[in-house]
């Protein structure tokens, strides 16, 4: 099975920037389309940020224009530039395919934005 582990959460301000990452553990990446996802408390997850294999993208209306999705196919990595962040980004950051079905879910990394 492919395993997926997030980096990159942490505390900010709001308007402050995180950039996540996301390593996959097998070369089969390169193929899928990636998500990056958010849960926060009481919430149900959500897709945030959509890449393809070719490298199209597509965001939730709720970040556009402030997170970037971005991969690397030769790493085996997903990135989330996210910046400008409120607290309503506070949450749980988790990634996977968006091919049905899922891989196993990560552990997430924890993004608070809060002053």
């Known amino acids: 099975q492919v395993q997926l582990v997030e980096s990159g959460g942490g505390l900010v301000q709001p308007g402050g920037s995180l950039r996540l990452s996301c390593a996959a553990s097998e070369s089969i990446f390169s193929s899928h389309s990636m998500g990056w996802y958010r849960q926060a408390p009481g919430e149900e997850r959500e897709l945030v940020a959509h890449?393809?294999?070719?490298?199209?993208?597509n965001y939730a209306d709720s970040v556009k224009g402030r997170f970037t999705i971005s991969r690397d196919n030769a790493k085996n990595t997903l990135y989330l530039q996210m910046n400008s962040l409120k607290p309503e980004d506070t949450a749980i950051y988790y990634c996977?395919?968006?091919?049905?079905?899922?891989?196993?879910w990560g552990q997430g990394t924890q993004v608070t934005v809060s002053s």
């Open positions: 890449i393809t294999s070719g490298g199209s993208t």
């Open positions: 996977n395919t968006r091919w049905i079905p899922y891989w196993k």
